[in-house]
């Protein structure tokens, strides 16, 4: 590299992220210099050309004028996507391709200028963590290879496509409730989209208490009984039968130490609470 980047990053090392792994490698291949994670020394920035990854806050656009490049690695396929939790987002809406996108920062969010794409497919059973363990698969030698092309000048930047754009929030714990009447395709997706350990799960609760749902499956299309009425329950998978809006589902509750299990359900024609 003739003018390694600085990389700015909120990970800390020794958390067990798998970005330390890319990180290394970009330390390893000389394309990065060093790290900073603190938004002091971010501020102090002068005419550097720098690499954001994972770093939550918004980066000024003062920051942003005085320096020669801010590349960002944003996970989608931009202007697809712009925003928060954009695997989670494209799960819900049952994209069967998802990818990453290098581009320049300017003055508002995820609008930039885009360098470079990479896509990668999603399959049906696929859930959040598997997501993210294909996608830094890919980034391991996609990222490292791109950087280097940008250094030595053969990227050229081209702006979003408007026509194209859209932009999710960030997700709340609260955004992970189900909601019976649902059709079952989109609970389902719901499941694959914050299935544990990346949040605690899809949830519901009943009797004053939350019940984090593991894996869904749709056993039967169409159904006479009303959403949300629980048919029967599996002690031994810790699974229940639950009617939805035009599907009857089985659910795997997440059976982490202290949840409440499918038997608590008391397990007749029991409506679960909204």
């Known amino acids: ?80 996507y712009r925003g928060r939790h954009a695997f989670a987002w494209a799960i819900i809406h049952d994209e069967r391709h998802v990818g990453w996108t290098l ?11 885009i360098y470079a794409q990479c896509e990668f497919p999603v399959g049906t059973d696929d859930d959040i963590n598997d997501v993210f363990v294909r996608g830094f698969e890919v980034l391991r030698t996609w990222l490292p290879d791109v950087l280097e092309l940008f250094d030595a000048g053969l990227l050229t930047p081209t702006p979003q496509d408007e026509r194209l754009a859209s932009y999710y929030r960030a997700r709340t714990e609260e955004d992970g ?35 984090h749902v593991d894996r869904c499956f749709v056993e039967v299309d169409g159904t006479p009984h009303p959403p949300g009425l629980v048919l029967d329950c599996d002690a031994g ?31 007749t024609m029991l409506a679960v609470d909204r």
């Open 177 to 211: 409730r189900i909601e019976w009447s649902q059709p079952g395709h989109a609970i389902r997706n719901l499941v694959r989209a914050v299935r544990p350990p990346y949040t605690p799960g899809a949830f519901f609760r009943s009797d004053g208490r939350t019940f």
């Open 1 to 80: 590299m003739r003018n390694p980047l600085l990389l700015v990053t909120g990970l800390k090392p020794g958390d067990g992220r798998q970005e330390w792994d890319l990180i290394s490698i970009l330390l390893l291949r000389g394309i990065i210099s060093r790290i900073i994670g603190t938004e002091a020394e971010v501020r102090e920035l002068v005419d550097e050309t720098a690499f954001v990854m994972n770093w939550t806050r918004r980066i000024q656009p003062e920051v942003i004028r005085r320096n020669r490049v801010v590349l960002n690695l944003h996970n989608s396929l931009l202007p697809r």
């Open 103 to 113: 581009h320049a920062m300017d003055e508002s969010f995820d609008t930039g200028p």
């Open 237 to 267: 998978s810790n699974a229940i039968r639950v009617a939805c809006g035009d599907a009857i589902l089985r659910l795997v509750l997440a059976s982490r130490p202290g949840a409440p299990r499918a038997t608590d359900l008391r397990c």
